[in-house]
T-cell receptor, first 114, second 111 residues
Framework: DSGVTQTPKHLITATGQRVTLRCSPRSGDLSVYWYQQSLDQGLQFLIQYYNGEERAKGNILERFSAQQFPDLHSELNLSSLELGDSALYFC?????????????FGPGTRLTVL | SQQGEEDPQALSIQEGENATMNCSYKTSINNLQWYRQNSGRGLVHLILIRSNEREKHSGRLRVTLDTSKKSSSLLITASRAADTASYFCATDANSGYSTLTFGKGTMLLVS
């Protein structure tokens, strides 16, 4: 158990819908990272937040957005969902802003768009 | 494009044998990390090697890094069935606000 929690574990929804994925980092970790894992694209970095502020952006679509709240939990919002958004979404956390050290991954949310 | 690329894509060995996986990357890095993922679960950090290190050990794991060839290898000695998983290398590019870039992984089957 990494100490990172993600809810829900599974999500099934229809195209065009909007969903929110939630992540609670390890106690004391200030950085939260979001990743998308699919068979064709592999594990793609989406976005990083550090202590409430966006720090780095990766291959995140404009239909996706995220935020980190004062209690440091984070939410990833996916809107106007398409079939291709079906994937595993992982949240990870680390103590500091830099990626010089290991990241601790949550169990993931499996999103299925029908 | 992926910064790290693992080779082979899949590897099947018998228990007790050694497993070697390779990773190549394209740009200068601060460090390189290896992670393990059991089927459909979250990634678990295995080991980190910094750009000024050449070799690192952790239990049955041995990682080497050759920055001149932009490559790394992960050796798992005396493999066990429980080592069955996908293994990913992740690089931290040496520029700007660095992020981790993962390869597509090597799927290891130990039977």
């Amino acid at each position: 158990d990494s100490g990172v929690t993600q809810t829900p574990k599974h999500l099934i929804t229809a195209t065009g819908q909007r969903v929110t994925l939630r992540c609670s980092p390890r106690s004391g970790d200030l950085s939260v990272y979001w990743y998308q894992q699919s068979l064709d694209q592999g594990l793609q970095f989406l976005i990083q937040y550090y202590n409430g502020e966006e720090r780095a952006k990766g291959n995140i679509l404009e239909r996706f957005s995220a935020q980190q709240f004062p209690d440091l939990h984070s939410e990833l919002n996916l809107s106007s969902l398409e079939l291709g958004d079906s994937a595993l979404y992982f949240c990870a956390s680390s103590p500091r802003a830099q990626v010089y050290n290991e990241q601790f991954f949550g169990p993931g949310t499996r999103l299925t768009v029908l | 494009s992926q910064q790290g690329e693992e080779d082979p894509q899949a590897l099947s060995i018998q228990e007790g044998e050694n497993a070697t996986m390779n990773c190549s990357y394209k740009t200068s890095i601060n460090n390189l990390q290896w992670y393990r993922q059991n089927s459909g679960r979250g990634l678990v950090h295995l080991i980190l090697i910094r750009s000024n290190e050449r070799e690192k050990h952790s239990g049955r794991l041995r990682v080497t890094l050759d920055t001149s060839k932009k490559s790394s290898s992960l050796l798992i000695t005396a493999s066990r069935a429980a080592d069955t998983a996908s293994y990913f290398c992740a690089t931290d590019a040496n520029s700007g606000y660095s992020t981790l870039t993962f390869g597509k992984g090597t799927m290891l089957l130990v039977s």
